[in-house]
């Protein structure tokens, strides 16, 4: 096998990856901020994670093609020059367009990253390494997200919004340069035919569903609004028809040979069921510490501070678990806790001691790690190298829209519950009634969140070590 920097390939990428993460959380915190700023509603503003999500949604699914038509170089290049060109936008923005125009570049610059990321762990490092690797990732994947809110929240306080996008600005700029330096070209150009079909179709497809659902998230009657309905009855369809194409074509855009893998079955659907949960309840628990506790946007960022570096510090560890055991002793017990630090949480109140919630995070994150890369890497370790970068994008993709759905539906089982319970109040109104209402809808997500990973812990039981044997294949061929 040929030998590689890892070390410098892997440090450009992470710091890179880092900071592209890092401002996808970092502006939730700000968007009561911009709603001022700027003079928009919620919904405008909920743009600003719609719409990147949306970009990811679309992008994600053509990562597969553009993995074999450009090199890993140029990839590198143009997903940083993006990132780079989108932030300083950003930093520069005057009003909501401009704002809005960079993130899409952000997002374009992520799409293109993080697939760009995983293939190539999955070529620089052997099997029985990747664990680790991969574990790195999670710690970006994460800790990223989960430092966003903390730092921006010490930002707004003292400066203004703007300085969220001028403290990614040079980081950005020292990963081009040592990526620029380190980063070699790992995969090969085979240039597999173009079909516009399929990428009109995974465009409407994957972007209908995305869109659909991050709808339905934004307003309260959202799951009957005809733009909801309409939006991921056409998605749906549309995939349906992105599928058949797939399968009958001799080089597919998006490989679906990849679902035949069963191992790749059960680590990809572990791996959505911890984007749900993780979703679901992140966006929950910052609004019931804001709203429900009334506590400041720094202090709830900082509660969920503990629990969130552990999880990015105990993500690379997992990896060499992972490594040396396999996936069944982690995952198992790693649901197991998840689905008691949600079931304690579906009965947190007012009274919920400081120290109860942080942890109970910990719990919740420290049990999230033992579960999502173990079972990511085995999954992708069951593939067959020609397939990675299309194992890459099914898994990429998919989570962006099991990202989306967890939202929407997060969001719309909180305002039914709180919706449900100020019905019946005398005061409907009054400020503890309001923050009564809150924990009640909170509780409810809980509970939806304990049912998602008690589905995941029956389909753990079915995860098995992957034995990879490629190297012996190949010769065979």
């Not at 997903?79 to 932030?87: F, K, P, R």
């Not at 374009?108 to 790195?136: C, D, H, Q, S, W």
């Not at 628990?285 to 969920?304: E, R, T, V």
């Not at 397939?387 to 829209?401: D, F, K, R």
């Amino acid at each position: 096998m040929k030998q590689y920097n890892t070390r410098a390939i892997m440090a450009s990428l992470l710091i890179c990856g880092f900071i592209g993460m890092f401002s996808e959380t970092a502006l939730n915190i700000a968007i009561s901020n911009l709603m001022d700023v700027f003079h928009i509603s919620a919904a405008t503003a909920q743009w600003l994670t719609t719409g990147f999500l949306l970009t990811l949604g679309v992008l994600m699914p053509m990562t597969g093609l553009l993995l074999q038509w450009f090199t890993t170089r140029q990839l590198f290049i143009f997903s940083l020059a993006s990132s780079i060109a989108g932030t300083l936008i950003a930093a520069l923005a005057l009003n909501f367009e401009m704002l809005m125009a960079a993130r899409v570049l952000q997002a374009v610059g992520m799409g293109l990253l993080i697939p760009l990321m995983f293939n190539t762990i999955l070529v620089v490092y052997p099997p029985e390494k990747r664990g680790a690797a991969m574990g790195f990732v999670g710690l970006v994947i994460m800790f990223a997200p989960a430092t966003g809110p903390t730092v921006a929240g010490l930002l707004i306080e003292y400066f203004t919004w703007h300085y969220i996008f001028w403290l990614s600005l040079p980081f950005l700029v020292i990963g081009l340069l040592v990526g620029l330096k380190n980063l070699e070209n790992v995969t090969e150009v085979t240039k597999p035919r173009i079909d516009v079909l399929s990428v009109v179709l995974s465009t409407i497809g994957f972007g209908g569903v995305v869109f659909g659902f991050s709808k339905a998230g934004e307003s309260a009657g959202g799951w009957t609004s005809a733009v909801v309905i309409t939006s991921i009855a056409i998605g749906l369809v549309t995939l349906v028809l992105f599928a058949l194409r797939q399968i009958f074509m001799k080089e597919p855009m998006m490989n679906l040979r990849v679902f035949k893998y069963p191992m790749f079955i059960v680590g990809l659907l572990m791996v959505l069921s911890c984007m749900m949960i993780i979703l679901s309840s992140m966006i929950i628990l910052p609004m019931y510490l804001q709203n429900g506790m009334k506590l400041s946007a720094f202090s709830a960022g900082l509660m969920l501070l503990p629990g969130s570096a552990l999880n990015g510090i105990l993500s690379p560890r997992m990896g060499r678990l992972f490594d040396k055991y396999g996936p069944k002793w982690l995952v198992i017990p790693g649901l197991a806790i998840v689905a008691a630090t949600l079931w304690f949480f579906s009965g947190i109140t007012q009274a919920s001691s400081i120290a109860f919630i942080v942890t109970l995070h910990i719990g919740l994150m420290i049990g999230i790690s033992m579960v999502w890369m173990p079972s990511q890497t085995n999954g992708l370790n069951q593939l067959p190298p020609e397939l990675y970068p299309h194992g890459t994008a099914v898994m990429n993709t998919l989570q962006q829209v099991a990202g989306a759905i967890g939202t929407a539906l997060a969001i719309s089982i909180l305002t039914s519950g709180m919706e449900n319970y100020l019905h019946k109040s005398a005061a409907p109104n009054a400020v503890n009634e309001v923050a009564q209402a809150m924990t009640l809808g909170s509780q409810n997500v809980f509970l939806f969140a304990m049912i998602v990973t008690l589905i995941g812990l029956a389909m753990a039981f079915f995860i098995r070590r992957v034995v990879v044997k490629h190297a012996a294949m190949n010769s065979m061929h």
